[in-house]
Nanobody, 117 residues
Framework: QVQLVESGGGLVQAGGSLRLSCAAS????????MGWYRQPPGSLRELVAT?????????SDSVQGRFTISRDNANAKNTVFLQMNSLKPEDTGVYYC?????????WGQGTQVTVSS
């Protein structure tokens, strides 16, 4: 089993920055890609960014150039970060960490990000 714990959400003004963290524990040796999804109010969950165990990254068009995903695999840690800059009100939502194991995707509980205009 894999547990994911997110931190770093909060309230920020438009144009500001936040950094999200997600620490994985448990059976972390089977993990491949990790990343972030978000769910805006009243909308479906959507992909934000992913990063493979080899640090290959992928971003949604809406965050490309503003968000940066990174990953710390040293010392058997599996922690993924999301640096969010130039935040916009439309970035508001619950941000979920994900981690892909051998046979399933694991989800965190989510952390709220609110961007005020």
């Amino acid at each position: 089993q894999v547990q994911l714990v997110e931190s770093g959400g909060g309230l920020v003004q438009a144009g500001g920055s936040l950094r999200l963290s997600c620490a994985a524990s448990g059976n972390i040796f089977s993990l491949n890609a990790m990343g972030w999804y978000r769910q805006p109010p009243g909308s479906l969950r959507e992909l934000v960014a992913t990063i493979t165990s080899g640090n290959k990254t992928k971003y949604s068009d809406s965050v490309q150039g503003r968000f940066t995903i990174s990953r710390d695999n040293a010392n058997a840690k599996n922690t993924v970060f999301l640096q969010m800059n130039s935040l916009k009100p439309e970035d508001t939502g619950v941000y979920y960490c994900i981690a892909d194991g051998r046979d399933r995707r694991h989800w965190g509980q989510g952390t709220q990000v609110t961007v005020s205009s």
